[in-house]
């Protein structure tokens, strides 16, 4: 059985980059891998109250300015927000620029859509695959500033490992 250290402000995003390698190893499918990086994440980074996904979906309005929102996928944590449109919070302004947003005071994002009240920072991670966006990765905290740049470094280098072993074919990308 795969045991996850414990939980830190500091974590050794090599050794969690491996990590992810070694979990999804021989496995594709996205829901699967989805649920495994989440507990990943969110038992190994401390001061956390939210990890998950959202992926790219229809827009439920036609004709808006996107063609896609971003749906809720796997996650740990409290219940979340089901749908989000694009250019909408820290997720859809992500999912929109597909660039990573670090966010240390959620409460001075213009547009936050505050799903937990208790969160206090944010960093939202696109997901990119062949030029394709298929979503975000969402992390919460109820600290304030809780993420750094070496974070941000460490965590897309986890995506990055996720985004390798996954098929996305089952969704259509933006």
Same mark, same amino acid.
């Given at each position: ?16 980059? =491996? ?9 594709? !499918?996205?829901? &699967?891998? !989805?649920? =495994?990086?989440? !507990? ?16 790219? &979906?229809?827009?439920?309005? !036609? ?47 213009? *547009? ?18 062949? *030029? ?43």
């Amino acid at each position: 059985m795969f045991e996850t250290a414990a939980a830190t402000d500091r974590p050794d995003y090599s050794l969690l980059t =491996q990590q992810v390698s070694s979990i999804l190893t021989g496995e594709t !499918a996205l829901m &699967t891998n !989805a649920a =495994q990086f989440s !507990a990943l994440v969110y038992h190994s980074l401390s001061d956390l109250n939210w990890a998950g996904f959202y992926l790219c &979906t229809p827009a439920a309005k !036609a004709g808006g300015e996107f063609s896609h929102d971003l749906l809720l996928g796997p996650f740990q944590g409290k219940v979340a927000c089901v749908r989000i449109p694009f250019g909408r919070g820290v997720c859809g302004t992500t999912a929109s620029q597909r660039s990573t947003i670090l966010v240390p005071d959620v409460h001075a994002f213009p *547009g936050h859509i505050a799903c937990d009240s208790a969160s206090n920072s944010e960093i939202v991670i696109p997901l990119i695959k062949d *030029g394709k966006l298929y979503g975000v990765f969402d992390i919460d905290s109820p600290k304030l500033n809780r993420f750094t740049a070496e974070d941000q470094q460490g965590l897309e280098a986890m995506v990055a490992a996720f985004m390798q072993a996954t098929n996305f074919s089952q969704i259509s990308g933006a």
